[in-house]
């Protein structure tokens, strides 16, 4: 029986969900021995596998259109999929663009801060992404998982990711469920 | 009593009893978000639906009464979804943050709320439509966006505190919590309680000081009392590794039931003088670092011939911050050791009815009096300015519970709310007192047969002298005299309080109260002042002339005209906590703890004995006033023996709460 596959990727996000994961410490071996780790925004394959994964995790919020893109074809190449920490959640800290907008966010970023000359400009390249409305991930595709936190805390990522290897779904209970 | 059933529990609670009380005292929770134990019930955020059986739709259980045979259950299916529903369509409202927000992890009961109902994510995303934040105060922001309308500020404002400054504006989803008419919260009404902030759900209402210093929940909590004034407001000091984050009212504390004002809510946080660490001692005209030793050998160098003397030539002055033992000792060592020639505290002279009080113990109110009463006189007294949450207690009651009428030749903070407010010329109190007497025996209302033979002819003779007219006088006559509980407040602006003479007017107000069935309560002024009277330091304080002048200041502050007194001391010897003018005059300064730093015992203005507890460590070499005055005590060859309860324990309202 081969190992369950665990994709992962990161969205609008800081990192610290990854980091967390990482504070598993040396745990993260027996994860390793019970699972397939493939892609990781911190790993080599940074794809998910298109014949497809058992666990597809994404952290982070949606905020462009690539990040739409990365989402939906997650999605697709996973069994479960696991929205990992507060952003992909809840839109988290990603979403304050929301209540200045976009516009406004993208002209204070590129022409207005102080340290900007005259010469700014938003940038328009056709292959950069397109600035969206920031969502969370479950406003885009259908999450079977939610893993709160900001960032959730390694022991609960170590026994989300242990009941998932063992083929289980993680029950969030008492002090594992915390949304801060 | 109703008999009622609750998730198959039958229990018997009297008539009047709410679904959520009943089943609080079943031991059945039930979560709820805008109900608050000291408020009245409100129904507004619908998270306490149980199901009633007979009843079309689920019901709110804090506002529901019980009837008869009532079936009810709290945890159905149906009830689960209904409260997730409404947690879900409260953080869809407005935009709440859980990643940075100061109280979440522990202290956000709405967060709590969710997570007590295993929600793991919101069903429904925000709108995300932005809301203000109100940064104009100076101890608190209100930030809309995270808060939930449950009103229990609006309610807190009003009810608890009589203030109203909160209100709401506009409907639906348009509602808004406003200050005033609008406008923004540093340029309102508001009177800077904070009580808005202490009921506070969400992180909506962020303290300036303690937000971001760690939750609440897991900081240390030592209850203690509020030195700031004589109403010995029961406290919470919230501390982490020794510092004071926060002071919240005790609610279950019976002088103030959990309320504060700024002075002892946010004053002491704010503290900006300079803390005193070390003993100084002046050499070559300015003021040096110096050892204990070195001070108090100083002291008792200068101090020891004048006691050979008859102490005629000392002068000494207390704090009434001080604890109840600290003045116990500062009278033994100065007045029964040293036979001092003046011997004061800070609030020198003020007659109260303390002594006449325990021939008629009757008369003696107290603050629960304050509350429960139809008719307040305050004689003298400013209770918007200081001893404010005595104050409260009337607010709250005006304009149905309660009729105030004020008293006062000053400009009175009560003026505008009092239903009657008589300005006698200066010095004309006695005379109105007078006048009142004279006007209830005409109105016929008074409930004793006192030995008054006045006719309208003085009411005629006090109105001419007062400068009131008559029929003020009766308005006011009549409102005291059809009171079923009156009380009578009287302060320090009563005539002659501060040069002792006002011994006319105590006398003239107890008939008054005997007349009319009232009872009698004086702030008096700090937190120690009703002791300081029993320790029988209620004198002048007259330094001028004396050769050495010690002063028990603590972590008190004297007054400009108190400093100028001993500014020509040929000796000063200062016990404080903080730097201040007069440490600066002084030829030798002990430094002290302050009262979050020891214990000590304070009574309050209706007699309660009461406690502060020690919350925070002292920095190094700092002693407590109690040692200091015990080692003075011993460098002069005395051994203190005083026990400070003794004095005490006439004027000391026995109580069960004191337990």
Known sequence: MAKPKISSDWLAACAGCHMSLLDIDERIVEIADLVDIRATPITDLKEPDESGVDVGILSGAVNLSNHEEVAERMRKRSKLLVAFGDCAVFGGVPAQRNLCGLQAALRRAYIETESTDESGQIPGDEELGIPTEVRALEEVVDVDFFLPGCPPDADTIYYVLAELANGRIPNLAGDRLQWH | ?659
């Open chain 2, 1 to 659: 009593m109703v008999h009622v059933t609750i998730d198959g529990q039958t229990l018997e609670v009297p008539h009047g009893t709410t679904v959520l009380e009943a089943s609080k005292s079943a031991g059945i929770h039930i979560p709820t978000l805008c109900h608050f134990e000291h408020l009245l019930p409100y129904g507004g955020c619908r998270l306490c639906m149980v199901e009633v059986e007979g009843a079309r739709v689920l019901q709110p259980s804090c506002t529901l009464p019980v009837f008869n045979d009532m079936v009810v259950r709290t945890n159905t299916p149906q009830i689960k979804e209904a409260r997730e529903f409404i947690l879900t369509m409260l953080f869809s409202e407005r935009n709440h943050f859980c990643m940075y927000c100061q109280v979440s992890g522990g202290d956000c009961e709405l967060q709590n709320a969710a997570l007590d109902e295993g929600m793991d994510h919101w069903p429904i995303p925000p709108i995300w439509e932005p809301y203000p934040v109100d940064a104009s105060h100076p101890y608190f922001v209100l930030d809309h966006n995270r808060c939930i309308l449950c009103r229990r500020c609006i309610r807190a404002c009003g009810e608890l505190v009589g203030n109203y400054t909160l209100g709401s504006a506009e409907r639906g989803a348009e509602t808004m919590v406003v200050a005033d008419n609008g406008v923004p919260l540093g340029e309102s009404t508001c009177i800077r309680c904070g009580t808005c902030i202490s009921v506070c759900p969400t992180g909506a209402l962020i303290n300036r000081q303690s937000a971001y210093r760690g939750r609440i929940v897991d900081a240390d909590h030592t209850k203690s009392i509020c030195v700031g004034c004589s109403v010995g407001c029961g406290i919470e000091l919230v501390t982490r590794d020794n510092q004071l984050l926060e002071i919240n009212g005790d609610w279950d504390a019976p002088a103030n039931t959990g309320l504060l004002c700024e002075l002892g809510r946010f004053t002491p946080i704010y503290e900006e003088r300079q803390r005193l660490t070390s003993p100084l001692v002046r050499k070559d005209g300015q003021l040096k670092t110096a050892t204990w030793g070195e001070a108090l050998s100083l002291i008792a160098a200068q101090f020891k011939p004048l006691a050979d003397q008859n102490g005629v030539g000392l002068a000494a002055l207390a704090s009434t911050r001080l604890s109840a033992e600290s003045l116990a000792l500062f009278k033994e060592l100065f007045v029964d050791r040293l036979h001092a020639g003046t011997v004061a505290s800070v609030e020198e002279y003020f007659t109260s009815s303390a002594e006449l009080d325990r021939e008629n113990p009757d008369l003696v109110g107290s603050v629960e009096d304050i509350k429960q009463s139809d008719c307040v006189f305050v004689f003298g007294a400013d209770l918007y300015q200081s001893h404010q949450v005595a104050g409260f207690f009337i607010k709250r009651n005006l304009p149905d519970k309660t009729k105030l009428i004020v008293i006062d030749p000053a400009d009175n903070g009560m003026d505008q709310q009092a239903l009657f407010t008589l300005k006698p010329k200066k010095g004309g109190d006695a005379d109105l007192l007078l006048g009142l007497i004279a006007g209830i025996n005409t109105l016929e209302l008074s409930r004793n047969k006192n030995g008054y033979d006045l006719d309208e002819f003085t009411l005629a003779r006090v109105s001419a002298s007062t400068g009131i007219a008559e029929a003020e006088i009766l308005n006011a006559c009549r409102a005291l005299g059809m009171a079923e509980k009156p009380v009578l407040i009287y302060g320090k602006g009563l005539t002659g309080s501060f040069t002792g003479d006002s011994a006319e007017s105590i006398r003239l107000l107890i008939d008054l109260a005997e007349m009319t069935g009232a009872k009698m309560i004086s702030p008096r002024g700090r937190a120690n002042s009703l002791a300081a009277e029993a320790y029988g330091l209620a004198n002048r304080f007259s330094p001028g002339g004396r050769h050495a002048v010690f002063v028990a200041l603590g972590d008190d502050r004297i007054s400009q005209r108190q400093i100028q007194l001993l500014e020509e001391a040929p000796f000063l010897a200062v016990q404080a906590s903080y730097a201040s003018q007069l440490t600066a005059m002084a030829d030798v300064v002990l430094p002290v703890k302050n009262w979050t730093e020891q214990d000590g015992h304070y009574l309050n203005m209706e007699g309660r004995l009461q406690q502060t507890h020690k919350a925070l460590l002292a920095p190094e070499g700092i002693r407590s006033n109690v040692e200091v005055l015990t080692e003075i005590a011993d460098v002069l060859g005395y051994k203190l023996q005083t026990s400070w309860e003794t004095a005490l324990t006439p004027y000391t309202i026995s109580s069960p709460a004191l337990a």
